[in-house]
């Protein structure tokens, strides 16, 4: 059962446009989001986060959208930059059935920023 | 300061053959983590440790067993390994921890052990 989906496994655009980067949920309790960003050989790193009472954060050229109403987030690049190329995980914070707190992550989305 | 760091960064083993993944973060945080990705499969959660003294199972325990041997080090151990754990390994830690006990933060990854089990 996946919890967090990324529905696209790859996404093409050319630099500066906009890149917009999805992902749907299931669990209403979710209340936190996150997006991460994972080059090759290397670990995620964070990018952006928003809270479920919020409906969008930005920083720089990052703005992540949520409609909670939908269990649907977004996140936007713009405008995209060659060393955007990347995976983009989104993850969404919940409670285990210990009570402690744990992301549940999508399956990721290849950007490709084309020149 | 490091972050977390894992070793090795490879290693390919033999069906049957045991070891021992370590992990060490320098951020004295409370809470570390380990999960495999797989293509298509994202990134899933093997074990966790919400604090020094204390390991729960994630999504994907069977097969895996951990130590947290201080606040700092994380370990997984593979008793017998199988094909179906070839994968890369990450390590995680963050301050997330119980609910409520304090303000949300990010997890800050290692750079993955890639491991192929023949």
């Known amino acids: 059962d996946q919890q967090v989906k990324q529905n696209s496994p790859s996404l093409s655009v050319q630099e500066g446009r906009i890149s917009i980067l999805n992902c749907d949920y299931t669990?209403?309790?979710?209340?936190?989001f996150l997006w991460y960003k994972k080059y090759p050989a290397e670990g995620p790193t964070f990018l952006i986060s928003?809270?479920?009472?919020?409906d969008k954060n930005e920083d720089g050229r990052f703005t992540v959208f949520l409609n909670k109403s939908a269990k649907h987030l977004s996140l936007h690049i713009v405008p995209s930059q060659p060393g955007d190329s990347a995976v983009y995980f989104c993850?969404?914070?919940?409670?285990?059935?210990?009570?402690?707190?744990?992301?549940?992550f999508g399956t990721g989305t290849r950007l490709t920023i084309i020149p | 300061n490091a972050g977390v760091t894992q070793t090795p960064k490879f290693q390919v083993l033999k069906t049957g053959q045991s070891m021992t993944l370590q992990c060490a973060q320098d951020?004295?945080?409370?809470?570390m983590y380990w999960y495999r990705q797989d293509p298509g499969m994202g990134l899933r959660l093997i074990y966790y440790?919400?604090?020094?003294?204390?390991?729960d199972k994630g999504e994907v325990p069977n097969g895996y067993n951990v130590s947290r041997l201080n606040k700092r080090e994380f370990s997984l151990r593979l008793e017998s390994a199988a094909p179906s754990q070839t994968s890369v390994y990450f390590c995680?830690?963050?301050?997330?921890?119980?609910?409520?006990?304090?303000?949300?933060?990010?997890?800050?990854f290692g750079p993955g052990t890639r491991l192929t089990v023949l």
């Open positions: 440790s919400a604090s020094e003294g204390t390991t």
């Open positions: 928003i809270s479920s009472i919020k």
């Open positions: 951020m004295n945080h409370n809470s």
């Open positions: 993850a969404a914070n919940g409670i285990s059935n210990f009570g402690n707190e744990k992301l549940t």
């Open positions: 995680a830690s963050s301050d997330l921890g119980l609910a409520g006990a304090g303000p949300y933060n990010e997890q800050f």
């Open positions: 669990n209403s309790m979710f209340d936190y």
